[in-house]
Structures are given as C-alpha cells and as structure tokens.
C-alpha cells in the first residue's frame, strides 16, 4: 500500500515536470524581458497560485463536474473523505471523466505527432507521420467517432464524456497558438504589455499547461490528495527549471518525446479504464518512469544532427 502510493506520487511528480517543460521555457523567456520587481512576484506569489489555487482548484472542479449530486462544497470535502459512499459515488461516476480525459490525451498525442516541430526520438516514425501532417483531423475524427460509437452502446453520457474531451482538447489547442504568438512578440521585444500584465499572461499559460498534467493525473489516480500532492511537487520542479537554467533543460532534447509518449499511454490507459477494463494502478507511474527515464537516458548519449524541414531545437 505505501509502495504503490510512493510510486504514484513519483509518477505523478514526473509526469507534472517532464509535461510541463514547454511551460518553463516559456515562463523563463518572459520572465526575461520582465523588471526584476515583475520577475520576483511572479516567482514567489506565482508558486503559491501554481500549486495550491491552479492545481488545487481543477481536481476539485473536475470532481464536481463528474459527481454533480455531490454539490459544490460536497465535491471538496468528498475529496478528503472516507466515506464509503462518497468513494463509491466517483468511482460510478469515473468512466465519464477517465473517456474525457483520455480523448484529451490522445488528441494531445497525436497533435504532438502529426504537427508539432520535434527532434526525431524514433526518427523512423516520428519522421513518417510528420510528413503526414495533413491527416492529423482526418485521423482524430475517425478516433473519436470510433470511441463515441463503443461508448454510445454502454451509456450516452459515456459518449457525452468523449465529445467534452475533443471539445477541451479544441478549445485548449486554440487559446496555446494565440498564447505563442504573444510570446513571440515579447521575446522578440515588439510587445507593449506592462510587466503586470505579463506576470497574469504567466499564470494563464500556467493555467492552460495545468490541465494536461491534472486530466492525466486521474490515470494514475482518482484520489485527489495524491493528485494534489503529485502535482504539487512538479509545479515547484518546473518554477525551480525556470529559475535555475531553462538552457540546460533546452539540451535534453528528448525530454517532450518522453513526455508525449507517456502521455499516449495515460490516455490509452484512460480510455481502456473507462470502458471497464482493469488496469493495474502501478501501470500508470511505471510506465511513466522507464518511458521518460528512456528518452532521458537517449538525451544523455545521442546529440542527433537536425533534419532539414522536420526538426528544430524546440522542447
């Protein structure tokens, strides 16, 4: 019992800093064309709204979305209680939001896969489907129109959960391609936003990165405090990379491989779950650990030469 709870909060600690590394180069190319006034706020009042109000607040309102009969201060203290009853209520309620999160996952994944500029972990495969960049939508609409199909057949919530996921998923990938463009500007010094108010474009980002760790901390868990407690650690992980030296991260090149890969997985692992297959609890975390140790372990040895039109030097 105590093994599988430590190994789930290193899982959970894990996949929070290894997901959110995108964040901390962000954070970290702002913070520098902030005051130091700016930058010192944000990182110490910024630490606070990461881990206890952000990462606090979601799981309590995913909760409650779930098990709405809870109510709204229910759904907390449910969060924190032993009640059997309780216990049982989100577990009847979890195919929801595990099918959700896992369409979320999996559109993430796949994103990352057919679109986003990388340096070639599986230079094979990833290199394949980059080329195939023009079937990304074809391919996550037949994805979804499968899983709706199953889900449908046991509940029609089931199938509502998948399209809430696909929707959290459009609607999140919208808001980051704005937000780069803002950051673009203010890297390249054409903003005219007040430190204040990038210090708030800071939390929103950190808000935005926030949810992909919190719907894929469910795969490892449905206890909140662990939740909290997991990605509360890797929230200070990421705000530590920020301050220390985001350049020295930038150089493991395969950091955001093994965080997309495992990210597939948590959301294979979601899906199945929703749709009643067991998996066991220690799956999740240990599959995190030796994917992300993986690609880690290749940053270390392998500094690959970068391939013209598929690759740049982006986390």
């Avoid at 009969?69 to 577990?91: R, W």
Wanted: charged share 10%; net charge neutral.
């Amino acid at each position: 019992m105590v093994f599988s709870i430590i190994l789930t909060v290193i899982g959970l600690a894990l996949f929070e800093t290894v997901s959110s590394i995108d964040n901390a180069v962000i954070n970290a190319e702002v913070l520098s064309t902030m005051g130091k006034k700016a930058r010192r706020f944000f990182l110490t009042w910024g630490i606070f709204l990461a881990v206890f109000v952000v990462r606090g607040i979601l799981p309590w309102l995913i909760v409650w979305a779930t098990v709405p009969e809870l109510g709204f201060i229910g759904s907390f203290t449910a969060t924190f209680s032993n009640d059997p009853s309780v216990a049982h209520a989100i577990e009847t309620s979890a195919p929801v939001l595990l099918i959700g999160g896992g369409v979320f996952l999996l559109f993430l994944f796949f994103h990352w896969l057919f679109l986003e500029q990388k340096h070639f972990g599986w230079n094979g495969v990833e290199s394949f489907f980059i080329r195939q960049g023009a079937w990304f939508y074809a391919t996550i609409s037949v994805v979804l129109a499968v899983i709706v199909w199953y889900a449908l057949k046991q509940s029609s919530m089931l199938g509502f959960g998948a399209v809430v996921g696909s929707t959290a998923f459009f609607i999140t990938h919208g808001f980051r391609q704005h937000a780069e463009a803002i950051e673009h500007e203010m890297a390249g010094g054409t903003s005219k936003l007040s430190d204040l108010s990038k210090v708030l474009f800071l939390e929103v980002i950190d808000l935005s990165f926030s949810i992909d760790g919190v719907l894929g901390a469910f795969a490892f868990t449905l206890s909140v405090p662990l939740i909290l407690l997991g990605n509360g650690v890797g929230a200070v992980i990421v705000r530590q990379l920020t301050v220390a030296n985001v350049e020295r991260v930038k150089k493991y090149l395969y950091l955001k491989n093994g965080a997309m890969y495992s990210v597939a997985i948590l959301g294979l692992v979601m899906i199945a779950d929703s749709f009643g297959v067991k998996v066991p609890q220690w799956f999740s975390p240990l599959s995190t650990v030796v994917v992300v140790g993986y690609f880690f372990r290749r940053s270390l040895v392998s500094v690959p030469p970068p391939t013209p039109g598929h690759s740049c030097p982006v986390l």
